[in-house]
């Protein structure tokens, strides 16, 4: 039996992405918790998250989230991020005034449009939020991309961006106005600012993945 924690700290679309892992097959078993030795336990974790980054912090704070990721990482547990998750990772996110974040990735989280014009290629104002399908352009040959084509589609929301300082984590670039890191790679973890569990396929086999991943590369 391959077990899956999905860590529930009040914040993220939890039960679609459980449905999502147990499509995968009879022999997936996906608990939601918050319990940190349950999570703890399972062979892989999946930190979601949506929603304001000060919100989930102070809950990932308050239920020791932060000590269960870095515990697990430490352990050479997989763990993948997905959206908040992937930013809450970071140093800092401009969202809220400013909000300190986990800091198990060196980097920061800004704002769509903060620095860069946010104009597509003819020139015309790109909203804000980036919502709906877009392209990744692979990095790595990560575990994770295995049997998905470069620039594959996936599915996004989200009004910030992680920027990494390290460069060598970036694991995919997707365009929005201007080059930003889609997903990010480092020892047994790996985060996704895109939602591979409405992603269709290309997320499934993503997630598909991510069972079969001993956490090394």
């Not at 239920?63 to 908040?84: E, F, H, N, R, T």
């Not at 998750?85 to 974040?101: F, H, I, K």
């Not at 994770?144 to 009004?159: P, T």
């Not at 790679?185 to 985060?191: M, R, T, V």
Request: charged residues 20%; proline residues 3%; aromatic residues 8%.
């Amino acid at each position: 039996m391959n077990n899956v924690a999905v860590i529930d700290y009040g914040m993220g679309n939890l039960h679609s992405v459980a449905k999502a892992m147990e499509s995968l097959g009879s022999d997936v078993r996906v608990e939601v918790t918050s319990d940190a030795a349950r999570i703890l336990a399972a062979d892989r974790i999946i930190f979601p998250g949506v929603g304001a980054i000060r919100d989930c912090m102070a809950e990932i704070r308050r239920l020791g989230v932060d000590a269960i990721v870095s515990d697990a990482l430490m352990q050479g547990k997989p763990v993948l991020a997905i959206c908040v998750g992937m930013q809450a990772l970071m140093d800092s996110s401009e969202e809220n005034g400013r909000v300190n974040c986990l800091g198990l990735l060196p980097g920061s989280v800004k704002r769509f449009g903060g620095e860069h014009s946010l104009l597509d290629a003819d020139g015309q104002r790109l909203k804000v939020p980036h919502m709906g399908w877009n392209c990744v352009r692979q990095k790595t040959s990560h575990p994770l991309w295995h049997n998905i084509a470069d620039d594959s589609r996936f599915y996004f929301v989200h009004s910030y961006y992680v920027a990494p300082d390290d460069s060598s984590q970036v694991a995919g670039i997707t365009e929005y106005g201007h080059d930003f890191a889609a997903a990010l790679n480092k020892d047994s973890l790996f985060a996704v600012q895109f939602h591979p569990e409405k992603s269709q396929h290309c997320g499934l086999q993503l997630l598909n993945n991510f069972l079969h991943w001993d956490g090394k590369l």
